[in-house]
């Protein structure tokens, strides 16, 4: 079955950085876009981060371009996002996501979420 596991999350102080990590498997990962979103505590998740199955394009919500770098291993199955200066406001629930075609039609998978609290 498809699953996806968030790590590297945890309390970092503004202008800090953190490197989240999300393992998949039961899905061919190199064929796939891999997007990373977050949720605020009251606010609905919003999309931070895309990139196409080669790497070669990637997407960033206006809030964290030039500060969060999405980028894949191919070879591990995994995604990362490098999050750099950070601030406050970026303190939510990651979560990494995949759309994987099964049988002509699309799910969507959600790994468990990784905690990240900016503060000092």
């Known amino acids: 079955q498809v699953q996806l596991v968030e790590t590297g999350g945890g309390l970092v102080q503004p202008g800090g950085s953190l490197r989240l990590s999300c393992a998949t498997s039961g899905f061919t990962f190199s064929s796939n876009t891999m997007n990373w979103y977050r949720q605020a505590p009251g606010k609905e998740r919003e999309l931070v981060a895309t990139i196409t199955s080669a790497g070669g394009s990637t997407n960033y919500a206006d809030s964290v371009k030039g500060r969060f770098t999405i980028s894949r291993d191919n070879a591990k199955n995994t995604v990362y996002l490098q999050m750099n200066s950070l601030k406050p406001e970026d303190t939510a629930v990651y979560y990494c996501?995949?759309?994987?075609?099964?049988?002509?039609?699309?799910?969507?998978?959600w790994g468990q979420g990784t905690q990240v609290t900016v503060s000092s």
């Open positions: 996501n995949a759309v994987v075609k099964i049988s002509g039609l699309y799910y969507g998978y």
